[in-house]
């Protein structure tokens, strides 16, 4: 009986975790309202091409783990290898001074 209450109260507590999402802030800019779609953290560079096309321009890789960087005209994607690490949105505002 004891070990039954344990995995209810387990699977309770793994139902009812709330689900949060990263938001990473640039000094001096403010986010847009407007929703920008772009490649998730994970996914591999086949996967960001037949999404999202071509980039406008590849940067080189640089560093060990090697970290690349496309330029797509909205937004920037970061890979560590052939992975997705980071996509960051261009049309986010410049806070006056």
Known sequence: MRSEIYIIAMIFSLIMSPVSAETTVIPGHSTS?????MPKRGEKMESVISDFG????RHSAIGEPPITE???NS???????EIVLHSID??????PK
Do not use: S
Not at 33 to 37: E, G, I, K, L, Y
Not at 75 to 81: A, D, I, L, Q
């Open 33 to 37: 309202d407007r929703v920008q779609v």
């Open 54 to 57: 071509e980039p406008v321009q």
């Open 70 to 72: 496309w330029v797509y």
């Open 75 to 81: 937004f920037r994607v970061y890979f560590e290898h």
């Open 90 to 95: 261009m049309n986010t505002l410049i806070m």
